[in-house]
């Protein structure tokens, strides 16, 4: 069992659907948890960071970690066509990120 | 602007030839990264450094070299470079402490023939 799950799609949604993105991990150790977005032939950028368990929201992004399950999602509102990237997840023991393991990544497309 | 800049973004090379990708960062980062992506299995650390001469492996170290002489400047080194190591690799730094935030940079598309 990989250390990090995550459906890898892709996943097409219609412009405006309300997407959910997922990750299941297997090490209790981890405390910090991010999510990324990687466009086409782009590094990734940090989209949301969450410190051990509940919920962050950033404007039309919500992050939800319940440590308990060991599983971690990213929603989108009002997804837009610009929200087509590939979306990882990642996450860390500590806050020096020794250790960052990242999940293998969701290709979404928002199709308008 | 805040940056982490890899040079060269493009790269063929053959089996065996030595090659270093270079990585800078601006923001006075104690700690830099390097990962290699390929399809399927994410990103993957290959080695990470929590300050000046101070280097540890990550999960994937095997093949690949690092050195860290300078705080903005953290290159990686393929000795002997095989067709596996055909990847992209991408170099990040991080904030640390509270601001928990890795910045990558661009990448850089290595072909091993």
């Known amino acids: 069992q990989k250390e990090v799950e995550q459906d890898p799609g892709p996943l097409s949604v219609p412009e405006g659907a309300i997407v959910s993105l997922n990750c299941t991990y297997s090490?209790?150790?981890?405390?910090?948890f991010m999510w990324y977005r990687q466009y086409s032939r782009k590094g990734p950028e940090l989209l949301m960071y969450?410190?051990?368990?509940g919920n962050k929201e950033d404007g039309r992004f919500t992050a939800q970690v319940d440590k308990s399950s060991k599983y971690i999602s990213l929603f989108i509102r009002d997804s837009q066509p610009s929200d087509s990237a590939t979306y990882l997840c990642?996450?860390?023991?500590?806050?020096?990120?020794?250790?960052?393991?990242f999940g293998p990544g969701t290709r979404l497309s928002v199709l308008p | 602007e805040a940056q982490v800049t890899q040079n060269p973004r493009y790269l063929i090379t053959v089996t065996g030839k030595k090659l270093t990708v270079t990585c800078s960062q601006n923001?006075?980062?104690?700690?830099m990264s390097w990962y290699r992506q390929d399809p399927g299995l994410g990103l993957r650390q290959i080695y990470y450094?929590?300050?000046?001469?101070?280097?540890d492996k990550g999960d994937v170290p095997e093949g690949y070299k690092v050195s860290r002489k300078e705080k903005r400047n953290f290159p990686l080194i393929l000795e002997s470079p095989s067709p596996n190591q055909t990847s992209l690799y991408f170099c990040?730094?991080?904030?640390?402490?509270?601001?928990?935030?890795?910045?990558f940079g661009a990448g850089t598309r290595l072909s091993v023939l």
């Open positions: 923001m006075n980062h104690e700690y």
């Open positions: 450094s929590m300050n000046v001469e101070v280097t």
């Open positions: 990040a730094s991080l904030s640390g402490g509270a601001e928990n935030i890795q910045y």
């Open positions: 990642a996450m860390s023991a500590g806050n020096y990120g020794q250790n960052f393991v």
């Open positions: 090490n209790s150790a981890f405390q910090y």
């Open positions: 969450t410190y051990s368990s």
